[in-house]
């Protein structure tokens, strides 16, 4: 299976292999599950189709503004017949052809609206009579370990290897010659060619997403996929969370030792290696063979150039950090510059405890 490097079309909007969408809805219901008002001038459509983002809508969906700047400039150039906005954002530049329907809160209104169209997005459990499904496309010389459960519509290509006790879920699509171990749960996902995935890996499982208020933390419905491009290798353990619409990718080439926690919509490059123990938050990029030592931490939407170097333990705020550069410490700086600090501390100490200051 050869994925395109953005990984294969890049989906901003559930993907009907893995989410049955239960609408349409018309703007009245849609209104009543988000506690919304609708407010414009121009004749509205019927009925309203599914859920995108602002950059990914058609005409027929329904998207959400957060109020940054970012989004206040998609909304302006915008496809959606529909987007969710607060009442202080209600005159937003918006194309004549979007509708807006003014909530108190965007997100929890879209994440009730995911709710309304997807409320099986949480399902874990499907019902079939055999361990693989008839209507499973298993390719020649595959092999199954016992115990292996393979979902409806889901591809695996020639000559792959699964492991006793892998999941393999709905609609999955799994490569040529791919390497699964023991007891891994793919789901979600789209894997490529030639990939090697450890035991106990988790591969499509939903991302932590929420929004809190005065009543707790209320879900975001997580209607991504994952997309594991060629060559990749996987240790064992490893978490890779699907992305809230759009995707989360793994560059062809890349190498993931074990334990590591990838985050939703997060996007690596190519041949990047990421040592144990590493966490990335959701939405991070990944240049390409950009290598991160053991433990490192990775904010949300932090942003990081090709070939950059992060030393073990290094802390990385959100931000860009250019590529081709050494970084370490916490919060994150060149690595040079890191180096001297902490031997300037160890002077420092040093002469205090000479002094008799220590």
Known sequence: MR?????????????????????PFSVEQLCAAVAGTCVSDSQLPSLVHDLASLNG????????????????????????????????????????????????????A???????????????????????????????????????????????????????????????????????????????????DNVLILPGARIGQPGFGFVSGPRGHLKIPQLGRVIIQDGVEIGANVTIDRGALGDTVVGEGTKIDNLVQIGHNCRIGRHCVIV???????????????????????????????GARIAAKGGVPSGTYPGGQDYGGFPLRPIIQWRREVATLALLAKRRKRDGNG
């Open 110 to 192: 879209f994440a009730a609206a995911a709710r309304l169209f997807y409320p099986d997005h949480e399902q874990v459990a499907w019902s079939q009579q055999t361990a693989v499904d008839p209507t499973a496309d298993i390719g020649s010389e595959v092999m199954l370990g016992p115990g292996v459960v393979v979902g409806p519509g889901a591809q695996i290509g020639a000559g792959s290897q699964i492991g006793a006790g892998t999941v393999i879920g709905r609609g999955v699509a799994i490569g040529r010659k791919a390497q699964i171990g023991s007891q891994v749960t793919i789901s979600h996902a789209y894997i490529g």
């Open 276 to 306: 144990s123990q590493v966490g990335l938050s959701g939405s991070v990029e990944l240049g390409d063979f950009v290598v991160l030592g053991g433990q490192v931490g990775v904010a949300d939407h932090a942003l990081i150039g090709d």
């Open 3 to 23: 994925l395109a490097p953005s990984g294969l079309r890049a989906f901003l909007m559930a993907d009907p292999r893995f989410f049955d969408n239960h609408g």
């Open 57 to 108: 809508a058609g005409s027929q969906h329904l998207a959400f503004c957060d109020g940054s700047k970012a989004a206040a400039e998609a909304l302006a150039n915008s496809a959606a017949g529909f987007c969710l906005v607060k009442q202080v954002q209600a005159k937003v530049p918006a194309p004549a052809s979007c509708h807006l329907i003014v909530v108190a809160d965007p997100l929890a």
